[in-house]
């Protein structure tokens, strides 16, 4: 299996700009995780979805952050606008009942 | 609700040593709780897990972890450290769903 597979790796954009991260998750897990990693603040959950369905996203911080999961194998971050303060590394992780966690190598994000 | 607390925020230990990362955590209902290492500039590895049965815990590169009902801890040990080991180690539990993190502690392993 190829495991989690984010795209892209890095991204750099300046303040204002949209900005969209993409995750494939694991074929047959049911659950997708998007995390936010920072110095400061650690490891952040942001969203979860369950069966492609949102279950909790008490986790995003803003109107600003946006995330779909329009089939099983296919989920997107979308943040707009970008602020400096978004800059971090964005993690997509998976599971299934019978399989823990397991993360994607993540989104390094500088917004400028 | 489930959360875990690790104690210490960096350990530093010379290669051959042993390796001790100190993990407690508190939980309503009998948990489930993980060990993961991020190595620079990946994603979080699962290094192994604990649900209900043995409760010494062996996991990948000579890692293991018992389970303390009775200290509600879930420590992490390794015999003998390696300059590979050097990372960043976090401790879950598992709630409603989804995984509860620590905050996590910087291995340093001195040559």
């Known amino acids: 299996d190829a495991g989690v597979i984010q795209s892209p790796r890095h991204e750099v954009t300046e303040m204002g700009q949209e900005v969209t991260l993409r995750c494939k998750p694991i074929s047959g897990h049911n659950s997708l995780f998007w995390y936010r990693q920072t110095m400061m603040r650690g490891l952040e959950l942001l969203i979860y979805?369950?069966?492609?369905?949102?279950?909790?996203d008490s986790g995003m911080p803003e109107d600003r952050f946006s995330a779909k999961m329009p089939n099983a194998s296919f989920s997107t971050l979308k943040i707009q606008p970008s602020e400096p303060r978004d800059s971090a590394v964005y993690f997509c992780?998976?599971?299934?009942?019978?399989?823990?966690?397991?993360f994607g190598n993540g989104t390094r994000l500088t917004v400028t | 609700a489930q959360s875990v607390t690790q104690l210490g925020s960096h350990v530093s230990v010379s290669e051959g040593a042993l390796v001790l990362l100190r993990c407690n955590y508190s939980s309503s209902v009998p948990p489930y709780l993980f060990w993961y290492v991020q190595y620079p500039n990946q994603g979080l590895q699962l290094l192994l897990k604990?649900?209900?049965?043995?409760?010494l815990v062996k996991g990948i590169n000579d890692f293991e972890a018992e389970f303390k009902k009775s200290e509600t801890s879930f420590h992490l040990t390794k015999p003998s450290a390696h300059m590979s080991d050097a990372a960043e180690y976090f401790c879950a539990v598992r709630g409603a769903q989804k995984l509860v993190f620590g905050q996590g502690t910087r291995l340093t392993i001195n040559p």
């Open positions: 979805f369950n069966n492609n369905v949102p279950i909790d």
């Open positions: 604990y649900t209900s049965a043995a409760t």
């Open positions: 992780a998976s599971s299934s009942r019978d399989s823990p966690l397991h």
